[in-house]
Nanobody, 121 residues
């Protein structure tokens, strides 16, 4: 089965940067999307960025120009780079995967990492 192991996260001052990672394994075929979601305290989980099967990336409007995602295919690891962090970026960040294509609704994603806390203050 699919396993997603996240690392990184922590506390940073506004304007700072953090680099997260998500090591993915266990896929039965190579057509899948990797996603990054954010859950702020007391709010629903929302899309941050997607790394699609063709290598294309999409970002939520709130993080465009500040966050980027890249992937090391040899390690099958996704690296979200978070720059110019704001207090509203605080929350738990989750890596997720689903086969075939990316969708915005978190309920349609099958596999999730354990989450990593990011605090900006």
């Amino acid at each position: 089965h699919v396993q997603l192991v996240e690392s990184g996260g922590g506390s940073v001052q506004p304007g700072g940067s953090l680099r997260l990672s998500c090591a993915a394994s266990g896929f039965t075929h190579s057509t899948y999307c990797l996603g990054w979601f954010h859950q702020a305290p007391g709010k629903e989980r929302e899309k941050v960025a997607f790394y699609d099967t063709d290598g294309s990336t999409t970002y939520a409007h709130s993080v465009k120009g500040r966050f980027t995602v890249s992937k090391d295919s040899a390690k099958n690891t996704l690296y979200p780079q978070m720059d110019s962090l704001k207090p509203e970026d605080t929350g738990v960040y989750y890596c997720a995967s689903r086969y075939w294509y990316c969708v915005a609704d978190p309920a349609m994603w099958l596999s999730w990492g354990q989450g990593t806390q990011v605090t900006v203050s």
